[in-house]
C-alpha cells in the first residue's frame, strides 16, 4: 500500500514536470510528513485512551450492566440503591 502510494506520488511528480531526484525528494517528503502526522494522532488516541479497544470494551461493559439492570426485579433494584447509598455514606465518613 505505502509503496504504491510512493510510486503513484513519485510519478504525479515526473507528470507535473519536476526532475527525477526532486520528485524522490518530495515523495519521501510527503511519505514522512504523512507518517507524522498519523504517528501524532495515534500517540493522541493513546494519550486519551480512546483507542478502538478501549472504546469497544468500555462499550460492552455499559451493555452487560445495562442488561443486568433491565432484568433485575423491583426489589432487587431497590436493595442495590440501598447498598450504593450505604457505601456512598460510608466513604463519605472516611473522607
Known sequence: GIFA???????IFQVV??????AGIWTQ???VGGLVVW????LFRVTNSNMTYN???KDYEEAVIQKR??????????QLQAEVEEER??????D
Not at 5 to 11: D, E, R, S, V
Not at 17 to 22: A, K, L
Not at 39 to 42: C, D, K, S, V, W
Open 55 to 57: 472504546q469497544q470494551l
Open 39 to 42: 504517528l501524532l494522532t495515534y
Open 89 to 94: 455514606a460510608a466513604q463519605n465518613k472516611q
Open 17 to 22: 514536470g519536476v526532475n527525477g531526484i526532486d
Open 69 to 78: 439492570l433491565e432484568e433485575m426485579t423491583p426489589e432487587e433494584l431497590a
Open 29 to 31: 517528503a510527503v511519505l
Open 5 to 11: 502510494a510512493g510510486g503513484i506520488l513519485y510519478f
